[in-house]
């Protein structure tokens, strides 16, 4: 793998796009659980075994010299890497974090809406409505260029591709099976993060079965089609 690799590794620079849970406003975390005055000695306590900031310490005290307020300490560009997935992601087990961006706010929401009906069908959930947001990231790296490997490839398959990248590395450029014909960034290396900006508010709306609408907190109100978004037509504005 080393050798093929090396022939597939090429830069790859834009703005990549990923759905994070909101609450929309937002509240503070415990502001529905204790009086305000108990607030600040419950988020000392929470602090001492924060995985994020026990994380970021480290980052800070090593020969690269992270400073609090750079781009991969941003809290959106640093929790993918400090809570790591049990079920692991795409092309990477458990063990190996990384972040799944998408080339397009369409893609995005297109892997978006089919890992939420995922999660959804496996819990059982009644019908609710999910408030989702966008998030924009600049990436700037160099990656492995899997976009002709079949999206349907299984997951062991996958993993072995990846199991020993070079060091410059910074991650893989894949075909989403959500939408085979865009393109998605796993993104191994923090470092070819530059900080996240909060964009759109959605809904999505589940009936207990699937994700028959969505909905952006825009001026319009606009309405989105779940089964348009996977296809090659562009359904939304770039």
Same mark, same amino acid.
């Given at each position: 793998?080393?050798?093929?690799?090396?022939?597939?590794?090429?830069?790859?620079?834009?703005?990549?796009?990923?759905?994070?849970?909101?609450?929309?406003?937002?509240?503070?975390?415990?502001?529905?659980?204790?009086?305000?005055?108990?607030?600040?000695?419950?988020?000392?306590?929470?602090?001492?075994?924060?995985?994020?900031?026990?994380?970021?310490?480290?980052?800070?005290?090593?020969?690269?010299?992270?400073?609090?307020?750079?781009?991969?300490?941003?809290?959106?560009?640093?929790?993918?890497?400090?809570?790591?997935?049990?079920?692991?992601?795409?092309?990477?087990?458990?063990?190996?974090?990384?972040?799944?961006?998408?080339?397009?706010? $369409?893609?995005?929401?297109?892997?978006?809406?089919?890992?939420?009906?995922?999660?959804?069908?496996?819990?059982?959930?009644?019908?609710?409505?999910?408030?989702?947001?966008?998030?924009?990231?600049?990436?700037?790296?160099?990656?492995?260029?899997?976009?002709?490997?079949?999206? /349907?490839?299984?997951?062991?398959?996958?993993?072995?591709?990846?199991?020993?990248?070079?060091?410059?590395?910074?991650?893989?450029?894949?075909?989403?099976?959500?939408?085979?014909?865009?393109?998605?960034?796993?993104?191994?290396?923090?470092?070819?993060? $530059?900080?996240?900006? $909060?964009?759109?508010?959605?809904?999505?709306?589940?009936?207990?079965?699937?994700?028959?609408?969505?909905?952006?907190?825009?001026?319009?109100?606009?309405?989105? /089609?779940?089964?348009?978004?996977?296809?090659?037509?562009?359904?939304?504005?770039?």
């Amino acid at each position: 793998m080393p050798s093929v690799a090396a022939d597939l590794i090429l830069p790859w620079k834009g703005e990549a796009f990923r759905l994070i849970p909101s609450r929309f406003p937002p509240v503070d975390i415990y502001e529905e659980v204790v009086t305000d005055d108990r607030v600040p000695a419950l988020v000392e306590i929470e602090n001492l075994t924060n995985p994020r900031l026990r994380s970021a310490q480290r980052l800070m005290t090593t020969a690269e010299r992270i400073t609090p307020d750079s781009a991969r300490l941003q809290n959106w560009n640093h929790a993918p890497f400090a809570y790591s997935n049990p079920e692991g992601s795409r092309f990477f087990p458990p063990e190996s974090p990384c972040v799944e961006l998408a080339d397009t706010r $369409q893609t995005a929401l297109a892997v978006s809406v089919a890992r939420r009906e995922f999660f959804l069908n496996r819990t059982s959930e009644p019908a609710i409505g999910l408030d989702m947001r966008m998030l924009k990231t600049p990436v700037d790296g160099r990656f492995i260029d899997l976009r002709d490997i079949d999206p /349907s490839m299984d997951k062991d398959r996958r993993w072995a591709l990846c199991a020993t990248l070079p060091d410059e590395v910074d991650g893989v450029l894949y075909r989403p099976p959500e939408r085979p014909s865009a393109t998605c960034v796993s993104v191994r290396a923090a470092r070819a993060l $530059q900080r996240s900006i $909060q964009t759109e508010h959605y809904r999505y709306i589940w009936n207990g079965v699937r994700v028959t609408k969505l909905y952006a907190f825009d001026n319009e109100g606009t309405e989105l /089609s779940p089964a348009a978004l996977a296809g090659s037509d562009d359904v939304i504005a770039a």
